[in-house]
T-cell receptor, first 110, second 115 residues
Framework: TQLLEQSPQFLSIQEGENLTVYCNSS?????LQWYRQEPGEGPVLLVT?????EVKKLKRLTFQFGDARKDSSLHITAAQPGDTGLYLC??????????FGAGTTVTVRA | GAGVSQSPSNKVTEKGKDVELRCDPI?????LYWYRQSLGQGLEFLIY????????KSGLPSDRFSAERTGGSVSTLTIQRTQQEDSAVYLC?????????????FGPGTRLTVT
């Protein structure tokens, strides 16, 4: 059983559309991180959210941390082919060992 | 380069053989992590090293797996008597300090295939 559940597992959309990826858990996290991984490469950190209810924006990407610090979402506005990749959420519920979700594979078609 | 490097990038081995995977972290990073990534399973924590402290080996799946970090820098993950279920991508990451909010910088991984 995954500590962090991500949905959907796969997402294929047309360039210009919006998308949202969800990361949910029954555990409380002091922080959650979002990574993007491209084929043949390691994950790259996009953002860390720390405060319940926090919203962070990174260009067309908006990250939100739930009020109870058990869930997070990633919203991409006007997706572009360059947004294609595996999106992973990660958190450490009670120490510094990160637990990762299984990931959401996003494909943006031109 | 200034990033985390891993070698080899690909390794194909026969069941029962031993393999060694190498990780060169970013210079000056005191924390080093090993993860395993299987298809559809996300990243699984294996082990971490922090400075001169005893490593946390709690994520190692069996006693066939071991790792060492020499001189606080390069790390080697060794898998003895490999099994087909060991096939996965093994990722190494390093960070300046140990903690959940500190960015971990990942290497490109070693894809291990056990035949």
């Amino acid at each position: 059983t995954q500590l962090l559940e991500q949905s959907p597992q796969f997402l294929s959309i047309q360039e210009g559309e919006n998308l949202t990826v969800y990361c949910n858990s029954s555990s409380v996290f002091s922080s959650l991180q979002w990574y993007r991984q491209e084929p043949g490469e390691g994950p790259v950190l996009l953002v860390t959210v720390v405060t319940g209810g926090e919203v962070k924006k990174l260009k067309r990407l908006t990250f939100q941390f739930g009020d109870a610090r058990k869930d997070s979402s990633l919203h991409i506005t006007a997706a572009q082919p360059g947004d294609t990749g595996l999106y992973l959420c990660a958190g450490a519920p009670d120490d510094y060992k990160l637990s990762f979700g299984a990931g959401t594979t996003v494909t943006v078609r031109a | 380069g200034a990033g985390v490097s891993q070698s080899p990038s690909n390794k194909v081995t026969e069941k029962g053989k031993d393999v060694e995977l190498r990780c060169d972290p970013i210079s000056g990073h005191t924390a080093l992590y090993w993860y395993r990534q299987s298809l559809g399973q996300g990243l699984e924590f294996l082990i971490y090293f922090q400075g001169n402290s005893a490593p946390d080996k709690s994520g190692l799946p069996s006693d066939r797996f071991s790792a060492e970090r020499t001189g606080g820098s390069v790390s080697t993950l060794t898998i003895q008597r490999t099994q087909q279920e060991d096939s996965a991508v093994y990722l190494c990451a390093s960070s300046l300090v140990l903690g959940p909010t500190y960015e971990q910088y990942f290497g490109p991984g070693t894809r291990l295939t056990v035949t």
